[in-house]
């Protein structure tokens, strides 16, 4: 006896394999998108970062945008400095010292990030040898969502869990620009400042995109093989 195979899907197995396939589709696709406003983020963060650097003066006139560069002139005042704790960069734990910069003819001060520092090598930092400098090349951050903080105990001094803006304004009792500064440029007094580049994500989304259509494949595959009886001759 010879035996063929019937192709003869109901009605609702169609209905059902269009719907999980225009799903499908649509999920690749929205996030495709997402991949693709990002790219074009990427782009204008990358001209930013190469446009002009702007002086105090202009970034007290207008707010800067973020990762925009600068070069700052004026004096640091190191007894407001803090060291953050728990800075990993390439595997190894250590600090991060910000500092205020008080600019020429502004009361407020500029919270500026100095650098890294492992937990070794943190002895060996001075304020005093950072603050004979009245100059900073950098650019500026912004410091996005405070992280959840499960504990009270979140600063000693001057080490510090997280950098609170609000916080630190009322510990110091001094009044902040609502905008940060991260240095740039070679080691300074043994802080790096080789910061890591920004993840946007971009191909997170390229890999759920590939996903999404993958699983479109893969119901019509198998939408054609449960469909296909064995009929015998």
Sequence with gaps: MMSTRRFQPRWWAWLMLLVGVLLALRLGWWQWSKAGHKAAQRAQLTLMQQSPALDAAAMLKQPPQPWQPVQ??????????VWLDNRVQNGVAGYELWMPLKLSGESRWLLV????VSRV????VS???LARTDRVHG???WLGPLPMELSKDVQQGMLWQNLNPQRYQEHYRQAVLPWLV????AVEAGLAHDWPE???GRLRNVSYAGQWLLIAVLMVVL????NLKKQEA
């Design 182 to 185: 991260r240095q740039t440029g």
């Design 127 to 129: 304020l005093a040898e």
């Design 198 to 200: 920004v993840d946007d």
């Design 121 to 124: 090598g943190k002895a060996q």
């Design 139 to 141: 650019e500026v951050v």
């Design 113 to 116: 990030n100095r650098g890294w």
């Design 223 to 226: 939408f054609v093989v449960v």
């Design 72 to 81: 700052l002139q004026g004096s640091w005042q190191p007894q407001g400095a």
